[in-house]
């Protein structure tokens, strides 16, 4: 079993907690902003944080996207984390529509002023697993993970997602594509849960 993880950094954030979570369940993490890197990987992790257009600012400055697009097109399996859960959609809206990965169809899209929760949404929220899936391997329905985040996916596609949120509306927070995984929440700070669905990933 390979359990070799490339890592991409972005350039918009401290990504050592999701290292650190994804060494602690027995992953060989490869941390780089290097496109021939990720080219070369066996499975890949897309954390991000902050503004969606940033994020694919930064991938695209160093030819990520492109290499992202390259390794998923070879069905090497690859986990979207928060941010990068959201770059896996065609556009975002955040600060003006930019264009995403275009992986899985779809728009990321604020939450409305009208909704009667504070947004962003932070904190522990309780998954609503919708479909069986590698991800949430020996991990209840109704389990808390931990979310931040202001916008989110609205999927194009139902058969894509795996896991829905309830926070105001209800939403998708986790999807699945063939190799291509996402969550909206962060695993790596989900506590037992979050590094049991890294651990299903890694060890896929």
């Given at each position: 079993m390979n359990k070799g993880?490339?890592?991409i950094d972005a350039g918009t954030g401290n990504l050592r907690s999701v290292q650190k979570a994804l060494e602690s369940v027995g992953a060989n993490v490869l941390r780089t902003d290097a496109a021939d890197k990720v080219l070369s990987a066996k499975k890949v992790v897309l954390p991000g944080v902050g503004a969606f257009g940033d994020f694919m600012d930064g991938m695209k400055a160093k030819g990520l996207d492109d290499a992202v697009k390259q390794v998923v097109s070879r069905g090497v399996p690859m986990?979207?984390?928060?941010?990068?859960?959201?770059a896996l959609f065609e556009i975002g809206e955040e600060m003006g529509e930019h264009e995403g990965l275009g992986l899985l169809r779809g728009t990321v899209v604020k939450f409305a002023d009208t909704l009667s929760v504070k947004i962003p949404h932070t904190g522990w929220n309780q998954l609503k697993v919708k479909n069986e899936a590698l991800l949430f391997d020996q991990i209840q329905d109704g389990a808390y993970v931990y979310f931040n985040h202001s916008f989110y996916c609205q999927a194009g596609d139902p058969s894509d997602v795996i896991a829905e949120v309830d926070y105001g509306i209800r939403y998708a927070c986790a999807v699945r594509r063939e190799n291509v995984f996402g969550v909206q929440f962060h695993p790596?700070?989900?506590q037992a849960v979050g590094l049991r669905i890294l651990k299903n990933f890694v060890e896929a």
């Open positions: 993880i490339v890592l986990l979207g984390i928060c941010v990068g859960m959201q790596e700070k989900s």
